[in-house]
Structures are given as structure tokens and as C-alpha cells.
């Protein structure tokens, strides 16, 4: 859950990473200020997207590629990150992790929401 004094300015959800010393886990977060109007059937396409196998997975492995120079495992590049979100969203629905079919509507609703933004 999102700290309720940040609760006002902050998104629907967000994924925070890891320190790179590992002082500090990786955390999904859920703004809760208006649970009134979360919709469930949502949820499952949004925590596939932010945590397993969405951003949580990527920056982690990211993050243990100690080949790799410092700044691509710190900083995130959008169009590659939001990219294999995106992916990890299509791979559940088209392997049926959706364990109701109103969370494969929450799936067409995120896509929806992409396609008009």
C-alpha cells in the first residue's frame, strides 16, 4: 500500500525496485485513497504488469547482471520497460492465467485504455 500521506499524488499502482546493495526490496504498490472506486477485475492484469513477470521480474534480473555497466541496471528506459509489461500482460491472457473471465475483460479494459491514450 501506498504511505497514505502520498496516497493524494500518486498513481493507481507503481512498482518501486530494489536497492542495488539489496538493503531494500522491491515493493508494488496500490493507492487505496479511493478503494471505493478500484475495480477488481482489473487487479490481476495490473499486478501481472508491475510485479511477476512484469517490472518486478525485469529489474531484478536487470539488476543482477553485474556485466553489465551501471547505468542499464539502474535507469529504466520506458519503451523497453513498459514493452515487456505490456508482453507479460498478453503471455497471461493468451496462457489463461486469468483465473475468472472478468479478469480477462480487466486485460481487454487495460489494452483499451493504451489504444486511446
Request: net charge positive.
Amino acid at each position: 500500500r501506498i504511505p497514505v500521506f502520498k496516497e493524494e499524488g500518486s498513481p493507481a499502482a507503481h512498482y518501486f525496485p530494489p536497492a542495488l546493495d539489496g538493503t531494500s526490496k522491491g515493493t508494488f504498490f496500490v493507492n487505496l485513497r479511493k478503494i471505493d472506486e478500484i475495480t477488481k477485475f482489473k487487479m490481476r492484469t495490473l499486478a501481472y504488469h508491475e510485479a511477476v513477470p512484469g517490472h518486478h521480474f525485469q529489474l531484478s534480473v536487470a539488476q543482477s547482471m553485474k556485466h553489465l555497466p551501471l547505468f542499464r541496471r539502474i535507469i529504466q528506459f520506458t519503451a523497453y520497460t513498459e514493452g515487456w509489461a505490456l508482453y507479460t500482460e498478453t503471455f497471461a491472457a493468451e496462457n489463461n492465467f486469468q483465473s475468472y473471465w472478468l479478469d480477462y475483460i480487466g486485460y481487454l479494459d487495460a489494452m483499451l485504455m493504451r489504444a486511446v491514450r
